[in-house]
């Protein structure tokens, strides 16, 4: 999985729809000016979140693979 793919997608959705990013902007930043605690708190629990998902999709990714290791492994072994 690769970071840049992420923000790739990121910039894409806001040039294609300017006016959600630019109303999303500033409701993020009416957020920080008012209640700055929560949304320090809630983008923590938000990086921690997209870490764990990281971390098991990277793990399924590489249990997927030496499954399929194994079973194309034992297919040519047998006769």
Same mark, same amino acid.
């Given at each position: 999985?690769?970071?840049?793919?992420?923000?790739?997608?990121?910039?894409?959705?806001?040039?294609?729809?300017?006016?959600?990013?630019? /109303?999303?902007? +500033? %409701? @993020?930043?009416?957020?920080? =000016?008012?209640?700055?605690?929560?949304?320090?708190?809630?983008? /923590?629990?938000? +990086? %921690? @979140?997209?870490?764990?998902? =990281?971390?098991?999709?990277?793990?399924?990714?590489?249990?997927?693979?030496?499954?399929?290791? @194994?079973?194309?492994?034992?297919?040519?072994?047998?006769?």
């Amino acid at each position: 999985m690769d970071f840049s793919r992420y923000v790739d997608s990121i910039v894409s959705f806001a040039q294609n729809h300017m006016v959600i990013a630019i /109303v999303l902007a +500033l %409701f @993020l930043l009416f957020f920080i =000016y008012r209640r700055p605690k929560l949304f320090f708190g809630l983008l /923590v629990f938000g +990086l %921690f @979140l997209a870490g764990l998902f =990281y971390m098991i999709t990277n793990m399924a990714r590489s249990g997927s693979a030496q499954k399929q290791k @194994l079973i194309h492994g034992e297919e040519r072994r047998s006769p």
